[in-house]
């Protein structure tokens, strides 16, 4: 890092009048700061960020500025950073350190990564993993949360919550009809399963499991084939409500606190089902008559393909670890938008960017996702929930789903449109991209339109004489014979326009094209 590089971090420190998620300030000048391994930890277990050593933060009356005062002692600092790094986390950190001059005051950067998932937590040894273990929340350093280093932990050691044995429940709790469909299909699609008892198939897959001399429920046996899984987990249902404005305190006009309210209970399928109907009921329609056809279209005022994948996410990649067994999911419809708050954020090395790309993500609940692609119904489009709701809230003229990765949640919210001065202001910035992009593919597809159309009429007017392909392409600076054909030539054959001069061996060497 060098010296310009240090003057555009004050720059934008002084620019936002705090420090960010990724940029913080030490004074250092009067000798070592008492206190910055939880800087160093929480940027290794966020996003990464720089350190500025020899940097003050000044409070004046209306605003806050930071300045350049510099370190007591560069060498010594250093060490002291290094040694920190090296002796007092788990896992070690290696910081890139950089020392440059400023007004000749020495300022030292330190730039820590972001560690891989399965590194996390870094924790300050002296405090203990529990104690020692900070996250980045805005420009603040905060012990992480119980629920966070389980998070991490268990990612790390690839613990599967959805395979805990449900040592409460037996067969009878599971419904019979489903898991009879469930072992027809099974033995449908592996036929080696055919050998195995019912039982055998059900520990295979991970809806069964053994303990000791027992046999036992998983979680994800409960809750795809429960017959009631709240008996076992009372908090694992859906609360659906309908508030009558735009914030939850917001009063209807006889002053109710809400239009409809419902909790929603089951397995998955049957959540899921309920929850669509919920939502269907509480929902606006349009009813469009064609005049040609005097057909009925009913809009409705979101997509349901896309809250169809919104439900099947908070129902399927819900976190069912212990942690969470006291949480449930919510859905808020307001007057504007609709709030799905899924329990339990990102899971694993997932992250909002990961989203747009619409790569195959890591999954929380594997056993669930296969026992319900074996059982057939909700999860018919694998990976593609994120770029569905995507796709079909564009296609209705919706601003785009706004993903929001919190410290123990995951919210999805779509808007529709009614009050667009209400969006906030990512959307809004969201949407001027959205508009750009659209504008800017209408004018590129005129230009090629253009740039087709001139193309054709040239090769028209050269082939009043007979040309061959060589000939074409050398007059219009082709180097494609195939795009030359397949883009202009065969179009110009089918419409009659252009003919081969050797029509019945339309592969011929000597073969040559005119305008008729």
Not at 164 to 171: E, H, I, L, N
Not at 371 to 381: F, V
Not at 462 to 479: D, H, Q, R, T
């Amino acid at each position: 890092m060098n010296k310009e590089d240090v003057l555009k971090l004050i720059q934008e420190l002084n620019k936002k009048q705090t420090e960010t998620i990724c940029i913080e300030a030490k004074t250092a000048n009067r000798g070592k700061p008492e206190r910055y391994y939880d800087t160093v930890s929480s940027f290794a277990n966020t996003m990464g960020g720089i350190i500025l050593f020899g940097v003050e933060e000044i409070k004046h009356k209306n605003k806050t500025t930071f300045e350049v005062v510099g370190v007591y002692d560069a060498n010594d600092l250093q060490k002291n950073i290094t040694n920190l790094c090296s002796t007092e986390f788990d896992p070690i950190i290696r910081p890139e350190i950089s020392v440059v001059d400023i007004d000749n005051k020495k300022i030292i950067a330190v730039k820590i990564d972001m560690l891989n998932q399965r590194n996390k937590p870094c924790y300050y040894k002296p405090k203990g993993l529990h104690n020692g273990s900070y996250i980045r929340v805005g420009d603040r350093d905060d012990n992480m949360t119980e629920y966070e280093i389980y998070k991490c932990i268990s990612y790390k050691e690839d613990v599967k919550d959805d395979l805990r044995p449900v040592v409460r429940a037996t067969m009878k709790d599971l419904d019979e009809k489903l898991l009879n469909r469930f072992i027809t299909n099974a033995k449908a699609d592996k036929p080696k399963f055919a050998e195995f008892s019912d039982e055998e198939i059900l520990l295979q897959f991970g809806v069964l499991t053994q303990v000791e001399d027992k046999i036992f429920p998983t979680v994800a046996g409960i809750m795809v084939f429960g017959i009631y899984p709240q008996k076992f987990f009372p908090q694992w249902f859906v609360a659906a409500i309908v508030i009558p404005g735009f914030k939850v305190a917001d009063l209807g006009e006889i002053g109710q606190r809400f239009d409809d309210n419902k909790r929603i209970e089951g397995n998955i399928s049957e959540m899921y089902e309920e929850t669509i109907g919920f939502l269907n009921r509480n929902m606006k329609v349009k009813v469009i008559i064609s005049d040609k056809t005097g057909l009925r279209t009913d809009i409705t005022q979101y997509p349901k393909d896309a809250l169809r994948e919104a439900i099947s996410n908070m129902l399927i990649h819900r976190d069912y670890s212990q942690l969470k067994t006291g949480v449930y999911s919510i859905i808020t419809v307001y007057k504007d938008r609709i709030e799905f708050r899924n329990v339990g954020n990102l899971y694993g090395s997932n992250t909002l960017e990961l989203l747009e790309t619409r790569k195959a993500m890591e999954v929380r609940n594997e056993t669930i996702v296969k026992l319900l692609e074996t059982l057939g119904g909700i999860i018919e489009n694998r990976h593609t929930g994120i770029s569905t709701m995507q796709d079909k809230m564009r296609e209705a003229n919706l601003p785009n789903p706004i993903f929001t990765n919190e410290r123990e949640d995951f919210v999805v919210t779509f808007y529709n449109g009614e009050y667009p001065e209400l969006y906030p202001k990512e959307l809004i910035l969201d949407k001027k991209t959205q508009d750009k992009k659209t504008q800017d593919k209408k004018t590129q597809d005129k230009k090629t339109q253009d740039k087709t159309q001139t193309n054709l009429n040239k090769i028209l007017e050269i082939c009043k004489e007979p040309k061959s392909i060589a000939e074409i392409m050398k007059e219009l600076g082709y180097k494609s014979n195939k795009t030359l054909k397949r883009n202009y030539i065969k179009p110009l054959v089918e419409k009659g326009k252009l003919e081969m001069t050797i029509p019945d061996k339309p592969t011929s060497r000597k073969q040559k094209y005119i305008s008729k």
